[in-house]
């Protein structure tokens, strides 16, 4: 050990933090692999991951990971959260989180899941037609797993979904409607995408990703809006149609700018 500490101390005082810890390991791998193997797994042992909805309806994550995991975490995440355009806003640290979540949300959309309950998981947001079209808030619409939600919100989540439409029995009395808070169905549609398969394929044929000006998300991070929304009797076709990705489909509805073709370039709007 005695050459080893001798190196070691002379290289303490010129080495980075970073360039310290690999000859560190480097020398600790020569003398004690046991050591090391032992250390790993004890890493590796106490990995830990909480999210954890607060009070408020937002969400913490907190955990630990070891060497390997949490590289790898962070290798896909840096993958994801480079700058989207000349005219970023986000920071790195909003960057990073919009990943995670854009992680997320494709690995539910394009993974190998098990079904729950006979069905792949998801999100469900529950809105009456008449919210999701005005946008007045006639009956809150509900995330399943967060609660109330704002209609445009429900109206972003729903222009690229699977659909369910059910029919409940008129209340028949504005009393009894008022004082009971579950509807009773009569009937229940068969669940079909918003977006049928082969309108997708031509919409990313026709956009090759977000049509945001100066973003460069690829087709499968997109989500086919509806410029004028289905709820409202907009058609889905290509002509109604913009890709956008999970972050400027919410700048298009829950920050008011408007999106659409003209002449095959987008054209986009600030909110008035
Ligand atoms: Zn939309
Ligand atoms: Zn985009």
Not at 221 to 245: M, R
């Amino acid at each position: 050990m005695q050459p080893f500490e001798h190196i070691l101390v002379g290289a303490a005082e010129t080495l980075e933090p970073r360039q310290m810890r690999t000859l560190t390991q480097a020398t600790r791998l020569r003398l004690d692999p046991d050591g090391v193997l032992a250390d790993d797994n004890h890493a590796h042992a106490r990995r830990w991951l909480d999210c954890d909805e607060t009070y408020g309806g937002v969400f913490v994550l907190r955990g630990e990971f070891d060497a390997e995991g949490g590289a790898l975490l962070k290798t896909a995440i840096d993958a994801l959260s480079h700058e989207m355009s000349r005219g970023e806003v986000r920071s790195a640290s909003q960057r990073r989180a919009d990943a995670l979540v854009d992680m997320a949300a494709t690995q539910l959309r394009c993974g190998d899941h098990r079904d729950v309950h006979g069905q792949r998981p998801h999100l469900t947001v529950t809105v009456s037609a008449e919210t999701l079209r005005s946008g007045v808030d006639a009956q809150p619409a509900e995330l399943s797993g967060v609660g109330p939600i704002h209609p445009e919100t429900a109206r972003r989540i729903a222009c690229d979904a699977v659909r369910t439409v059910v029919t409940v029995a008129a209340p028949a009395d504005a009393a009894v409607s008022m004082a009971s808070t579950s509807a009773v169905p009569l009937s229940v549609g068969r669940a079909t995408r918003t977006i049928p398969a082969h309108i997708r394929t031509a919409l990313h044929l026709r956009d090759q990703g977000c049509r945001f000006p100066g973003c460069d998300r690829p087709p499968a991070w997109t989500d086919g809006h509806h410029i004028i929304h289905w709820a409202d009797g907009g058609p889905t076709e290509l002509e109604n149609l913009v890709s956008l990705c999970r972050r400027h489909h919410r700048t298009v509805h829950e920050q008011g700018w408007r999106i659409h073709i003209a002449d095959g370039a987008a054209v986009v709007e600030p909110p008035p």
